[in-house]
């Protein structure tokens, strides 16, 4: 059998993304597509694990046993989308190590909205409502991303974070129910994590650097600026339900669109804060830092265990 040319495997490549057949991991796919997915799975994967730092931050701290058990169920669900997603990005040909130490030298980003601090209560109550709202329109659409290893782990991860929404969408509703004081609380979260939520659908399609092609290759089949637009029309009249108003003066909505207006974001903050120079990204680092090291004792056992077994069974 005759081999293929590079116009022949591209062409067989694409259509296969055409005919919305995954792409698995022994087949034939473009460098920039591999480069391009890895750099987006392993971000999201950063992500997990990073977001598990602030809201552990409220763990010994939360009001009563049930919202203590619930948080750390909650935890414990990111450190497994982590781990779904390092493995779907490892079958792209990167190892465990190589990836991590991308993350732990500051080579690779991870999302914004997790260099920012965690005040009070009302903070967990609006990570899981904000935060995991907008994480739920990011990453329904990747559910059915080209790339079959992607997609596949992006199923149970939305589950569970349509969970961790409503958990926090609960914890919004008892505060706003609650006395004067606790309703402001709430306020004030709302008033703190509602522009980088809106931040974390990435920067404006004019200035989005990776969309054209993550969008022919159906890795993304939305644009930022379309999923920001769908949570901002989902989000209002939840907070209108929950008696608190969003700190957007511009903010109104459009009847001839169908959709709110809103006022512009500050780009400059945001650029700020995924270059390193956010409230908290050293912090953040720096703790992840810390609990690789501490965890190389259990690296080495479980390796130590495992050569053992293989040896044993050889």
Same mark, same amino acid.
């Given at each position: 059998m005759p081999e293929l040319s590079q116009q022949e495997l591209e062409t067989r490549f694409q259509k296969k993304i055409d005919d919305n057949?995954?792409?698995?991991? *022994? %087949?034939? /796919?473009? %460098?920039k597509y591999r480069k391009n997915l890895l750099r987006q799975i392993s971000q999201h994967a950063h992500s997990e694990v990073v977001g598990m730092l602030p809201e552990a931050n409220w763990i010994t701290r939360a009001p009563? #046993? $049930? $919202? *203590?058990?619930? #948080?750390?169920a909650k935890v414990q669900d990111e450190a497994g989308h982590g781990l779904? #997603?390092? =493995?779907?990005?490892?079958? #792209?040909g990167s190892s465990r190590e190589e990836i991590l130490s991308a993350f732990l030298t500051g080579k690779a980003k991870y999302s914004s909205i997790f260099n920012y601090p965690t005040l009070t209560w009302a903070d967990i109550g609006a990570i899981g409502w904000l935060v995991d709202g907008a994480a739920i329109i990011n990453q329904v659409m990747l559910q059915r991303a080209s790339y079959g290893p992607y997609a596949r782990a992006m199923i149970r991860i939305c589950r569970e974070e349509s969970f961790h929404q409503r958990q926090g969408f609960e914890i919004m509703v008892t505060l706003c129910k609650g006395t004067a004081e606790q309703k402001a /609380?709430?306020?004030?979260a709302l008033n703190r994590w509602w522009w980088p939520s809106l931040m974390m659908f990435g920067p404006s399609d004019k200035d989005s650097l990776h =969309?054209? %092609?993550?969008? *022919?290759? $159906?890795?993304k089949r939305e644009s930022n600026d379309e999923l920001r637009q769908k949570f901002i029309d989902r989000t209002v009249p939840q907070a209108d339900f929950l008696g608190i108003t969003m700190p957007d003066k511009d903010l109104k909505w459009n009847e001839a669109t169908q959709h709110y207006d809103f006022g512009e974001i500050n780009w400059d903050e945001f650029h700020q804060v995924i270059s390193g120079h956010g409230p908290c990204n050293r912090e953040r680092l720096s703790a992840r830092q810390k609990a690789h090291n501490e965890g190389l004792w259990v690296r080495e056992a479980a390796a130590a265990y495992a050569a053992k077994k293989q040896k044993k069974a050889a």
């Open positions: 057949l995954y792409i698995e991991p *022994k %087949d034939w /796919m473009l %460098d009563n #046993l $049930r $919202r *203590k058990a619930a #948080l750390l779904y #997603l390092y =493995s779907a990005a490892e079958t #792209l /609380m709430a306020q004030d =969309s054209t %092609d993550m969008a *022919k290759w $159906r890795v």
